[in-house]
């Protein structure tokens, strides 16, 4: 499973609707976590945590709603976008929803080509390279299409995973990233791997970066990791 692939937590209480569900996203190129409840959710979040949340508002015990609320306030799961899908159609619920935090509302019954539609126009914000953008950062340009990075209109030559690395701090710049979450994030979670393995691939996408010259901006935090700038 690559570490490349956007993940998504589908939250349906209902197992036909979450297997269409999982069984479309799965075909888009994302790799699916499932919840069958509210308090499933909150736990798989804590282990395992997804870069969106497809989420009913309908759930016996721990309500969508309730889940929202409750991850939008915490700050390790507050940018997580949430994508509500609910059978409430009326324009006061759908307030309701977005006011709770919710990122998007669909109602069902739903397209399954829009709601695709929607989760990738999510993805774009929070994952920008796993779509094919061009990010920039200063006078880096890393092109996730071609898989080219250029500073100062110089190519750089990286390896796959200083190349994976590079798209992490650049789509978050400023923020700072743990040895763990980097691990997670660029060798995935089924690869078992020394975190020192990290600090050897920092090294070298530092000198990849400034092998023509110019400043190091990867820095490190100490006691808590990397970041861009």
């Known amino acids: 499973m690559s570490a490349d ?35 499933e959710a909150m736990l798989l979040v804590d282990e395992d945590t997804p870069d969106i949340i497809v989420l009913d508002w309908m759930m016996p015990n721990l309500s969508g709603i309730e889940v929202c609320r ?33 990122d998007d509302y669909v109602v069902k ?68 990233w743990s040895r763990e979450q980097l691990l997670d994030r660029v060798w995935g979670r089924d690869i078992y791997v020394d975190t020192r393995t990290v600090d050897v691939h920092i090294g070298r996408l530092r000198k990849a970066l400034t092998q023509h010259g110019g400043d190091d901006p990867v820095r490190t935090v100490r006691g808590a990791g990397y970041a861009l700038g």
């Open 70 to 102: 409750r991850l939008k306030t915490r700050p390790e799961t507050r940018s997580i976008p949430i994508i509500m899908l609910s059978a409430r159609s009326e324009e006061v619920d759908k307030v309701r929803g977005l006011e709770t935090g919710a």
């Open 5 to 39: 692939q956007p993940s998504v937590l589908v939250v349906e209480d209902e197992m036909a609707q979450r297997e269409v569900l999982a069984y479309n996203l799965e075909a888009e190129g994302f790799r699916v976590i499932r919840a069958e409840n509210g308090e």
């Open 109 to 176: 019954p739903y397209s399954v080509v829009e709601l695709m539609a929607r989760v990738r126009s999510q993805l774009r914000r929070v994952r920008p390279s796993t779509v094919g953008l061009r990010l920039e950062y200063e006078d880096i340009v890393l092109d996730a299409e071609t898989h080219k990075v250029s500073r100062s209109d110089q190519p750089l030559k990286l390896g796959p995973t200083e190349f994976r690395l590079l798209s992490t701090f650049m789509e978050k710049p400023g923020r700072v």
